[in-house]
């Protein structure tokens, strides 16, 4: 059985996800991520750190791992939490058809 997200019933992990994107999540919460980190496709989202603890941007592996990894530059995160964040909302978009209309903080 292949699950999917229920974006009415997950929708609670949205904010569990935001306070902690990094570190031990619940059992809810680890499952849509589960969900979210698999592409059936091939292609996959990676963080790259370009500098050490100062600069993160998203990249596209293609199906074919020989071929080079895609870097998308019109976005740098100053943190790792900042680009999972960002990455989460990607992926609960693909998935669900919904966009996060919030900042990873609050101002």
Not at 4 to 22: G, M, T
């Amino acid at each position: 059985m292949v699950y999917k997200i229920d974006a009415d019933e997950d929708r609670k992990y949205v904010e569990e996800f935001r306070r902690l994107p990094i570190g031990e999540h619940s059992p809810g919460l680890q499952r849509v991520l589960n969900i979210m980190r698999l592409d059936r496709g091939g292609i996959q989202y990676i963080l790259v750190c370009r500098k050490r603890f100062e600069e993160y941007v998203i990249g596209r592996m293609p199906p074919d791992r020989s071929d080079p990894i895609e870097i998308e530059d019109d976005k740098v995160f100053a943190t790792r939490e900042e680009a999972e964040w960002e990455m989460f909302c990607r992926r609960w978009r693909e998935h669900t058809g919904e966009s996060i209309n919030r900042p990873f903080k609050d101002e």
